[in-house]
Every structure is written in C-alpha cells, then in structure tokens.
C-alpha cells in the first residue's frame, strides 16, 4: 500500500509500514482467544453466579464474590462482578494464546467469533428465566 502526502509544495510517497500491531499474529492469537474465552468465562459466571463483586447501588458498597442483596436496601447488581471475572479470565487466556504456535491460532474457525456469541443467548435467558416468571 503506498501513501502520499503533500506538505507546502512537497510530496512524499511512502510504503505503509507492515508492523502495526494489527498485523502482529501474536495480537491476532490474543484477540481470538479473548473475545471466545469472554463469551464462555460470562456464560459460566452468569449461571452459576459468580461474579468477582456484588454492587450494591442503594448504598454504593462493594462486597467481594457473590452476596444477597440485603434487606432495605434494595437488589444487588451481580453485572458488574460477572463483566470484571470475564475481563480478567480473557486476558489472561488471551495473553497466552500468544505464546501458543500460530499454526493452532489459525486452526480456530472465525466464524465462531459470531456463533459462540449467539448459542449463549440460550444459557443466559434460562439464567434470567426467574425474573421473568415472578
């Protein structure tokens, strides 16, 4: 890919670099094992409640793992605890992936990016099928 650009009666042309991170197979490996390991690491923490932290808006405290909310006091928001568990487990899947050879990374179909994603709606909405049925 060649770029040109024109500075007050000067123009250069020049070849765009090849190394950008987005290129990198090492960030390639990374990007596809987070964004799976995501969708599986929220499915798990959803249905078997588990998330890093409870928040409690009513009276913005933080408790550690799962906690009821507590009387009074309004519900207890689990979200928050399940998106930091996912984020921290993906990374760390994702980093090393980028350790793994890119021949395996490459053996992972693409398509699963979309599918995963998709056939989880099914576990999460029988998740959430109490709050729904009360």
């Known amino acids: 890919m060649t770029t040109t650009t024109t500075t007050s009666n000067q123009t250069t042309t020049g070849t765009a670099s090849s190394t950008s991170l987005a290129a990198s197979a090492k960030f390639k ?9 995501f969708t599986i690491i ?22 550690w793992g799962w906690v009821r909310g507590r009387s009074g006091e309004g519900p207890a928001m689990y979200w928050y605890g399940w998106v930091a568990s996912c984020l921290v487990g993906s990374t760390i899947l994702g980093a090393l992936a980028m350790f793994v050879p890119e021949r395996l990374i490459n053996r992972i179909p693409l398509s699963l990016l ?8 099914g576990p999460l909405i029988y998740g959430l099928m109490p709050f729904w049925t009360k």
């Open 114 to 121: 979309w599918i995963l994603p998709i056939l989880a709606f």
């Open 29 to 37: 490996a990374f990007s596809v094992v987070f964004g799976l390991s």
């Open 42 to 63: 929220y499915v798990v923490c959803e249905v078997f409640s588990l998330p890093m932290f409870t928040y409690h808006p009513a009276t913005n405290l933080i408790d």
